[in-house]
C-alpha cells in the first residue's frame, strides 16, 4: 500500500506542475511599416565656421583743428547726431589776431601811398598837358602810382589770408553720423591736423576676421548667418560685400551688410558662421527627427520590415528646416518620417 500512495502522490504533483506553466503565446504580428521613407545619402553641405564681428560703419571721418591754437569751445559729444558742415568746435590763436591786425595797418598804409601815388600822376598829368613837364616826367609819374596800387593790392590780399586763417579756427563735422568720440576738453591746445572728434560716416555692417587659409573660400555675394539674439531685430541672413585684398597679422577682413542694422553700438560683439568650404554629411528634412526630453530620435526601418527609434546627435543644418545627423545612423539607413514626434 504504501509503494502505492507514494506513486499517486508523484503523479498529482507532476499534474499540478505542468498545469501551472503558462501556454505558449502565439508570435506577435509584424505591422507595415508606415510614413514617408528617406534613404540615408551622404550630400555636400556648406562648412560654416563660427567667428566674431564687430558693429563698424564703411568709413569713420575724423573732424580735425586746421590750425593750431586753443581749443575754446567744443559743442558735441559721444552720442551727439551731426550733419555735414556742421559747426562742431571752434580753436582760436591769438598771434593770428595780431598778424591781421598787423596786415590792417599795412594795407591802410598802401592804400594812403597809391592814393598819394594818384594825386600826384593826376597833377603831372595837367602840368605836361600845359608843357611844363616832359613825357619822362609823365611817364615816371604813372609807373609809381602803379607800383603804389600794386603795393596796396599785395597788402589786401596778406590781410584777407591771415583773416582767412583765423577763420580756418572753425571746425566742421566732416560728414553725417553720429559722434563716436569727442575726448578733447575745451581749454585744451591742439596742434594742426589734430582730430578732436570721430564721426561715423556710410552704412552700418559686420567687420570680421578670418585666418587666411580659410578666408580663401570666402566671396563676395556669400551667405553667412547672424546670431539675432546679439542683434535683436535684425535679419539672421548676412551677404559678404567686400573681401579686403591685404593680409594682416595672417588674417583677412570682410564686411557684411545685415538687413536692419544700425550704428547704435559700434563695436558690438556679433555671432556670425560664414561658410569656408564644403563637406560631405546626411542631412534630413526636419520632419524626419522626433525630439523627446531633450534626446532626438528617428524611425529606423529594419531589414525584416520592422520599425524601431534610434537616438541620434543632431545639429541645425545649414538650410532652414533641415538637420544634421552626426551619429547614430549612417549612409544606406531607411528613415521614416515622423512629423507628430517632431512636434513635440
Not at 589770408?161 to 553720423?177: C, D, F, T, Y
Amino acid at each position: 500500500m504504501r509503494p502505492l500512495l507514494t506513486a499517486s502522490l508523484l503523479a498529482l504533483t507532476l499534474g499540478v506542475t505542468a498545469c501551472s506553466e503558462p501556454a505558449p503565446s502565439a508570435p506577435p504580428t509584424v505591422k507595415a511599416a508606415q510614413g514617408t521613407r528617406l534613404t540615408l545619402q551622404l550630400a555636400p553641405v556648406d562648412d560654416l565656421k563660427p567667428v566674431a564681428a564687430s558693429v563698424v560703419t564703411r568709413d569713420m571721418a575724423e573732424a580735425r583743428a586746421r590750425i593750431g591754437g586753443t581749443l575754446m569751445e567744443l559743442r558735441v559729444r559721444e552720442g551727439d547726431q551731426v550733419q555735414k558742415g556742421q559747426v562742431i568746435g571752434r580753436v582760436t590763436d591769438q598771434r593770428l589776431n595780431l598778424e591781421t591786425t598787423a596786415f590792417d595797418a599795412q594795407a591802410a598804409a598802401a592804400a594812403a601811398e597809391a592814393a598819394r601815388a594818384s594825386a600826384e600822376l593826376a597833377r603831372v598829368q595837367v602840368l605836361y598837358d600845359k608843357g611844363f613837364f616832359a613825357k619822362a616826367r609823365l611817364e615816371q609819374a604813372q609807373s609809381a602810382a602803379r607800383a603804389a596800387e600794386g603795393m596796396a593790392a599785395a597788402a589786401r590780399a596778406q590781410r584777407a589770408a591771415s583773416a582767412e586763417m583765423g577763420a580756418q579756427g572753425v571746425i566742421l563735422a566732416p560728414s553725417s553720423g553720429r559722434v563716436l568720440r569727442a575726448d578733447t576738453p575745451a581749454g585744451s591746445v591742439v596742434a594742426p591736423g589734430q582730430s578732436v572728434a570721430t564721426i561715423t560716416s556710410g552704412e552700418a555692417l559686420l567687420r570680421l576676421e578670418l585666418p587666411e587659409a580659410q578666408a580663401r573660400a570666402l566671396k563676395v555675394d556669400d551667405q553667412a548667418q547672424v546670431s539675432t539674439s546679439d542683434l535683436p531685430g535684425v535679419s539672421g541672413q548676412g551677404t559678404v560685400v567686400q573681401v579686403y585684398p591685404s593680409v594682416t597679422g595672417g588674417q583677412v577682413t570682410a564686411d557684411l551688410r545685415v538687413s536692419g542694422l544700425r550704428a547704435d553700438l559700434i563695436g558690438q560683439r556679433v555671432r556670425v558662421q560664414v561658410k569656408v568650404g564644403q563637406r560631405q554629411a546626411l542631412v534630413v528634412p526636419q520632419a524626419y527627427v522626433a525630439t523627446r526630453f531633450g534626446l532626438d530620435f528617428v524611425r529606423l526601418l529594419g531589414p525584416d520590415g520592422q520599425v524601431r527609434e534610434v537616438a541620434v546627435q543632431t545639429t541645425p543644418a545649414p538650410n532652414p528646416g533641415q538637420m544634421e545627423i552626426l551619429s547614430g545612423v549612417r549612409a544606406g539607413d531607411v528613415l521614416l518620417a515622423s512629423v507628430a514626434g517632431a512636434a513635440q
